[in-house]
Structures are given as structure tokens and as C-alpha cells.
């Protein structure tokens, strides 16, 4: 199961890129079943119960939160590096590039909790699957 080979933080990414290899590799052979926008878009708003509750931090300013885990969904509010956050969960999503991993957190200090691209955190975002 692709939840186990993720946990440490360094195997994140070569599972990333095999994840998103195979995804491409069945979206061509699946082709006539392609999801509509609407059904896309339904993968926004993704509040699962989990909660890590361990800090983290924005590895740059204005990073985008967002109601799910994909560039796809709204855009809640920014985070920056002087901001108190805390970690909730991590799931798979989407971005320009493919499939990659997202973690549900709360910018302490905005009060918002959204969705942000483990690239752009601290650790590499949440260690706790979703």
C-alpha cells in the first residue's frame, strides 16, 4: 500500500513520481472514462477527522491554502514564514506537474485550515496519513 512506502520523509518524492508515472499511464488507457469537472471538483472540501497537532512552518510567503488537495480547489488564504502553524494530515492530490502529496493544516495565525503542497512546508508537511 502506497501509505507505507510514504512514511519516511525522504521516500516521499520516488513514490511521488511512481505514483504519478502510473497515473498517466492509466488516464491514456482509461481515456473514455475521464472524470468531468464537476466530479474533479468534488475532491475539494476534504475535511478528514485525523489531526497530527505537531507545528510546522511555510517555506515562503503567500503560499496558497486551499479547500482541498489540489490546484484545482479554491484558494482559502496565504500563508508566510512568520506564521504558527500546525499539522494535521497528509493525503495525495494534484498539481500542475501530476500527483503529489498534501497536508491538512491550520494557520494558527490566520485561524484558517486548508490544504498546502508539501513542497512548500517544513518537513516536508504532515507524517500522519489521512
Same mark, same amino acid.
Given at each position: 500500500?502506497?501509505?507505507?512506502?510514504?512514511?519516511?520523509?525522504?521516500?516521499?518524492?520516488?513514490?511521488?513520481?511512481?505514483?504519478?508515472?502510473?497515473?498517466?499511464?492509466?488516464?491514456?488507457?482509461?481515456?473514455?472514462?475521464?472524470? /468531468?469537472?464537476?466530479?474533479?471538483?468534488?475532491?475539494?472540501? =476534504?475535511?478528514? +477527522?485525523?489531526?497530527?497537532?505537531?507545528? $510546522?512552518?511555510?517555506?515562503?510567503?503567500?503560499?496558497? =491554502?486551499?479547500? $482541498?488537495? $489540489?490546484?484545482?480547489?479554491?484558494?482559502?488564504?496565504?500563508?508566510?514564514?512568520?506564521? /504558527?502553524?500546525?499539522?494535521?494530515?497528509?493525503?495525495? $492530490?494534484?498539481?500542475?506537474?501530476?500527483?503529489? /502529496?498534501?497536508?491538512?493544516?491550520?494557520?494558527? /495565525?490566520? +485561524?484558517?485550515?486548508?490544504?498546502?503542497?508539501?513542497?512548500?512546508?517544513?518537513?516536508? +508537511?504532515?507524517?500522519?496519513?489521512?
Amino acid at each position: 500500500m502506497l501509505t507505507e512506502l510514504r512514511s519516511p520523509t525522504s521516500a516521499r518524492r520516488p513514490v511521488a513520481r511512481l505514483v504519478a508515472a502510473l497515473m498517466i499511464v492509466a488516464a491514456g488507457a482509461m481515456a473514455p472514462f475521464a472524470l /468531468s469537472e464537476p466530479a474533479a471538483a468534488a475532491a475539494c472540501n =476534504i475535511w478528514p +477527522g485525523t489531526n497530527e497537532n505537531r507545528p $510546522g512552518a511555510f517555506l515562503g510567503a503567500g503560499v496558497n =491554502i486551499r479547500t $482541498g488537495p $489540489g490546484t484545482n480547489c479554491v484558494v482559502l488564504g496565504a500563508g508566510y514564514t512568520n506564521h /504558527s502553524v500546525t499539522y494535521r494530515c497528509w493525503t495525495w $492530490g494534484d498539481n500542475v506537474n501530476g500527483t503529489s /502529496s498534501w497536508t491538512l493544516l491550520r494557520d494558527n /495565525s490566520t +485561524g484558517v485550515t486548508g490544504w498546502v503542497n508539501d513542497s512548500l512546508l517544513s518537513n516536508f +508537511g504532515s507524517q500522519q496519513f489521512c
